[in-house]
C-alpha cells in the first residue's frame, strides 16, 4: 500500500521545488469517476497556496460503482437509481459543479449524454504509473479526460491515449492494463479500504494519521495542514 514511487512532492505551487517549506504527507483515496475528488484535490492545493506548505501526495484506488458493466450507465440516469435524485436535481447539481470547478480553475462539461463508466483499468493504470513516477500527472490527466473532455475511461485506447500526454511508453502501458501484479494490487488495496471503512471519497489521510472524507474547502484542510506540522514541530 505504500509505494514510494507514487509519492508526488507538490511544492506550494512547485512540483519540482527543493523548497523548505513544510511537507506534509496526502494520501488520497479516490476514483476518477467522482467529481468532488477532483474539487477536493483543487480545494487542497489552494490550502497549500495559502499556507506556504508543500505536501507529497500518494493516490490511492477506490471504485464508486465496482460492479459497473462495460458499456456504462447514462449519469442522470445513474444518479436517479442510486441516489434517488431527480431530473430536475441532477440538473441542479451539475450546474453547481460546474460553478466551483470554474471557480477552481477546473471545466466541468456536462451533457444529456455523459455516462458513468466502469473505472477499474485507470486505475490499473494509475498503479503502473506509480512505478514511473507518473501518477500524480496521470491522475489529473484522467480527470480532465472525463469531465472536461468527455472520453470513455473504459475503454483501453482512450487510457493509452491519456497515459501518452504524460509521457507514458503506450506499448508498456498497454501491458500494464493486462498484467495480473497491476491488478492484483488494485483489487488488494481496494479491499483494505472498504475493510478500514472507507464508504465515500475523496478520503484524505493527512500524515498516516488524520482522515477527512469529502470535498471539505480550502479553509478547512488549511487548518489540518497547519495541525499537523504544529504537532511535528
Known amino acids: 500500500m505504500d509505494k514510494s514511487s507514487s509519492a508526488t512532492p507538490l511544492a506550494p505551487q512547485d512540483t519540482s521545488s527543493t523548497t523548505s517549506a513544510p511537507v506534509v504527507q496526502i494520501d488520497i483515496i479516490s476514483d476518477v469517476m467522482c467529481p ?15 499556507t506556504g506548505m508543500g505536501a507529497r501526495v500518494r493516490w490511492h484506488p477506490f471504485e464508486l460503482n465496482p460492479d459497473m458493466p462495460a458499456e456504462g450507465e447514462n449519469m442522470t440516469e445513474h444518479i436517479q437509481r442510486k441516489y434517488g435524485a431527480s431530473a430536475e436535481q441532477s440538473v441542479q447539481n ?6 466551483i470547478g470554474a471557480a477552481l480553475g477546473f471545466e466541468f462539461n456536462f451533457n444529456p449524454d455523459s455516462k458513468i463508466v466502469n473505472s477499474f483499468h485507470a486505475h490499473v493504470l494509475l498503479d503502473y504509473a506509480a512505478t514511473q513516477g507518473l501518477q500524480h500527472p496521470l491522475k489529473m490527466a484522467l480527470f480532465k479526460a472525463h469531465f472536461s473532455d468527455g472520453k470513455d475511461l473504459s475503454q483501453d485506447e482512450v487510457l493509452l491515449d491519456v497515459a501518452e500526454t504524460v509521457g507514458l511508453d503506450r506499448d508498456a502501458s498497454r ?15 481496494e479491499k483494505v479500504w472498504y475493510q478500514n471503512g472507507i464508504s465515500g471519497v475523496p478520503s484524505m489521510i493527512f500524515a498516516e494519521k488524520y482522515l477527512i472524507t469529502g470535498a471539505q474547502g480550502p479553509e478547512n484542510y488549511a487548518k489540518m495542514l497547519q495541525k499537523v506540522i504544529s504537532e511535528a514541530a
Open 175 to 189: 501491458a500494464a492494463l493486462t498484467a495480473e501484479c497491476h491488478q492484483q494490487a488494485v483489487r488488494s488495496e
Open 36 to 50: 468532488w475528488c477532483i474539487v477536493g484535490y483543487k480545494q487542497l492545493e489552494l490550502a497549500l497556496a495559502q
Open 94 to 99: 451539475r450546474q453547481r459543479l460546474q460553478d
